[in-house]
């Protein structure tokens, strides 16, 4: 149940383009399209912004956008904005029927 | 409004007892997939547990034993009940409603400190 892998960083200034990577395994990214990814601002809990590689729930922005090839899967945020700083985790469903999250990146808007 | 409020934490001391609780509005808990997830201080998120609709549960492989998740309906409250506790074990607990592909709402957190 080994954590999946991010950067530990990504930066961009505003408006630009940046993207965060999360690799996996066949039995964890690779074998199944319930991979997700959580914004976190400092001191609060959670938000789901993807859900099942690259849906977005109501209300949040069209510029995230999400994507996977193989064992890899990846979160674009377009057009950055301030707001957008914030800690970003990617999360997938395993061959053994628990769940796992990635390391963990640090977005920085420059 | 869907709302989640977690409470139980507090400071205990390595192989301590503590059961958490998350006490839902504005939805059914036993209709829906309930998740726990823990972040230990300056960490990042790290799955617990999940309690299926149905009742099916699934657990860590880091708190499998320890760890049981649980329902009560008429209270429309979720539980974890943490025993043997390790001082690793310290962390914020959030609940959250869904399953972890998909958890759309979540609590504030409650910080469960293991220490002598």
């Known amino acids: 149940q080994s954590a999946l892998t991010q950067p530990a960083s990504v930066s961009g200034s505003p408006g630009q383009s940046i993207t965060i990577s999360c690799t996996g395994t066949?039995?964890?990214?690779?074998?199944?399209?319930?991979v997700s990814w959580y914004q976190q601002h400092p001191g609060k809990a959670p938000k789901l912004m993807i859900y099942?590689?690259?849906n977005r729930p109501s209300g949040v922005s069209n510029r995230f956008s999400g994507s996977k090839s193989g064992n890899t899967a990846s979160l674009t945020i377009s057009g950055l904005q301030a707001e957008d700083e914030a800690d970003y985790y990617c999360?997938?469903?395993?061959?053994?029927?628990?769940?796992?999250f990635g390391t963990g990146t640090k977005v920085t808007v420059l | 409004e869907v709302q989640l409020v977690e409470s139980g934490g507090g400071l205990i001391q390595p192989g301590g007892s503590l059961r958490l609780s998350c006490v839902a509005s504005?939805?059914?808990?036993?209709?829906?997939?309930m998740t726990w997830v823990r972040q230990a201080p300056g960490k990042g998120l790290e799955w617990v547990s999940v309690i299926y609709s149905g009742g099916s549960t699934y657990y860590a492989d880091s708190v499998k034993g320890r760890f049981t998740i649980s329902r009560d309906n008429s209270k429309n409250t979720l539980y974890l009940q943490m025993n043997s506790l390790r001082v690793e074990d310290t962390a914020v607990y959030y609940c959250?409603?869904?399953?972890?592909?998909?958890?759309?709402?979540w609590g504030q957190g409650t910080l469960v400190t293991v220490s002598s």
């Open positions: 959250a409603r869904g399953d972890l592909e998909k958890a759309d709402y």
């Open positions: 099942e590689v690259s």
């Open positions: 504005g939805f059914t808990v036993s209709s829906n997939y």
């Open positions: 066949s039995s964890d990214v690779g074998g199944y399209n319930y």
């Open positions: 999360s997938s469903y395993t061959s053994s029927s628990t769940r796992v």
